[in-house]
T-cell receptor, first 110, second 114 residues
């Protein structure tokens, strides 16, 4: 069975802090990787795709380590508005479906 | 504006009744999906459809049914055979064939069975 594992948290950090989440996946043939953000009682929204070379979008940096089968998300200069649950998502090759982790909750305090 | 709509936002039904959840998209996406989310749990795939008039079971299809008569629409019926139907139901769509295959979600329907 395909698995995507995340630390559920919550991660409690002050504003301005840097925080990192990791996620591990079980299927070594997985091809595509994503981070989604889900606010309380809302739908998940795509935060960023994760590329083999790593990628950055403003304060957010995603990394992929295929050898160890994990994905990371780094958030710099945390804002109150970053408080949410972050979902790690993995897709295998071809037209297969997505496998979602249970999410890591982040709470940013003033 | 392009997007995915789900209706209703909240739905209450009595045990034993079938109920149909609506999902419509105007993104011209080929693929559509239905997920269920329970508190503290990840999203679990119920059904998905890669093309009109075709759909496949996901991980937890028992007690659910779908149809895909139009590209824009993918309604989900929760039948009385579903043992624990109370949950947050999310519909998503994606462009078929795109390598990344990012999925975009509707706002969800919260179903409560009394």
């Amino acid at each position: 069975r395909k698995e995507v594992e995340q630390d559920p948290g919550p991660f409690n950090v002050p504003e301005g802090a840097t925080v990192a989440f990791n996620c591990t996946y079980s299927n070594s043939a997985s091809q595509s990787f994503f981070w989604y953000r889900q606010d309380c009682r809302k739908e998940p929204k795509l935060l960023m795709s994760v590329y083999s070379s790593g990628n950055e979008d403003g304060r957010f940096t995603a990394q992929l380590n295929r050898a160890s089968q994990y994905i990371s998300l780094l958030i710099r200069d945390s804002k109150l508005s970053d408080s949410a649950t972050y979902l790690c998502v993995v897709k295998d090759s071809g037209y297969s479906t997505l496998t979602f982790g249970k999410g890591t909750m982040l709470l940013v305090s003033p | 504006d392009g997007g995915i709509t789900q209706s209703p936002k909240y739905l209450f039904r009595k045990e034993g009744q079938n109920v149909t959840l609506s999902c419509e998209q105007n993104l011209n996406h080929d693929a559509m999906y239905w997920y269920r989310q329970d508190p503290g749990q990840g999203l679990r795939l119920i059904y998905y459809s890669q093309i009109v008039n075709d759909f496949q079971k996901g991980d937890i299809a028992e007690g659910y049914s779908v149809s895909r008569e139009k590209k824009e629409s993918f309604p989900l019926t929760v039948t009385s055979a579903q043992k624990n139907p109370t949950a947050f139901y999310l519909c998503a769509s994606s462009i078929r064939g795109k390598r990344g295959d990012e999925q975009f979600f509707g706002p969800g329907t919260r179903l409560t069975v009394l």
